[in-house]
């Protein structure tokens, strides 16, 4: 870093002590392996180069965030943004090559903007039942003059087949009520009650607008550049695997899906050809060894955005009060 952060500011960083240290944790593949000696770890290549010695067969949930069609730098990894038809044709040429590592009851989730999108469709396709296409909000930036302001992604969500996995009760979202109703007995029908508010527990839906993006003043952020949040990746983990299951991610960058695996019992085997990112990773997944805390998932739900941090002030705000009537 050649200037000190912000007080407040606790995005992660490595010392060049840290890099060495993590480095040293990497793996890298010349032969063909099984799934056993390389589960929970994180090879430092190509996927291109890697994927020849890769098993069959061993993924029961693989997360793809692959690079968008733009011109984009990634540390010492750069991608040119191309046309649409050569664009498809790269994104065929890797994604035809992992179908081999599914399982038959597989899902598959693979991130995209407006640009690539039809590309996912259309490639994905090919080789997999088409499910949903999730669109979440991802506001950050501060607009644009000449165009509408992009502020949502992709993620779309393919089976290996009709068999396949979806806890729809791991992956409730919990929302305020703001008109509750009662029942014949004037119980509460659907929702309960608290002294923080009427909540209720509702179904998942395609859109998702409960998400923050990582930002400087959150531990789980890094200077990836397109980072993705782990109560994201916690959605579709819980969705499509149980515990003791495998995720699998070709494009791991800084890591997110590997630590929301391992902070939810699962296990994980990712790729990322950038070294310091995969050490960025490294040191996430050290940390998730005692801090398991996914922000906005609490008690076994996801809580609406500001929901959560509104109970926590209030409980604060009480214990305060209360204290001050002892004082007094």
Known sequence: ??????????????????TRKYSERLVSLANP??????SNQIINQDIFDVIEFLPSGFVDLMFIDPPYNISKKFNQVSFRE???????????????????????????????????SAAIFLTGSKYFQVMNRITWEREKGRGAKSNWKNCSEDIWFFTNSQEYKFNVDNV???????????????????????????????????????????????????????QKPEKLLAKII?????????????????????????????????????????CLAEKRLELAETDKRIQGYEDGVFWERNTLIEQVKNQKSKVKSQKKIVLC
């Not at 392996?33 to 390389?38: D, E, L, P, Q």
Request: net charge positive.
């Open 1 to 18: 870093m050649k200037t000190k952060p912000a007080k407040l500011n606790r995005s992660l960083r490595l010392s060049k002590e840290e």
């Open 33 to 38: 392996v099984k799934v056993n000696s390389i």
């Open 82 to 116: 191309m046309g649409m038809f050569e664009y498809i044709k790269w994104f065929d040429s890797w994604l035809s090559k992992v179908v081999r590592l599914l399982k038959k009851n597989a899902s598959i989730y693979i991130c995209g903007d407006w640009k690539s």
């Open 172 to 226: 409730k979202l919990r929302r305020k009520v703001l008109a509750p109703y009662k029942d014949e007995n004037k119980k509460p029908k659907d929702w309960s009650k608290n002294q923080e508010g009427n909540f209720r527990d509702t179904f998942p839906s395609n859109i998702w607008n409960d998400i923050s993006v990582p930002f400087w003043s959150m531990q789980e952020n890094t200077d990836h550049p397109t």
């Open 238 to 278: 819980l969705a499509g695997t149980d515990k003791g299951e495998l995720v699998f991610d070709p494009f791991l960058g800084s890591g997110t899906s590997a630590v929301v695996a391992k902070k939810l019992g699962r296990n994980y085997i990712g790729v990322e050809i950038d070294e310091y990112y995969c």
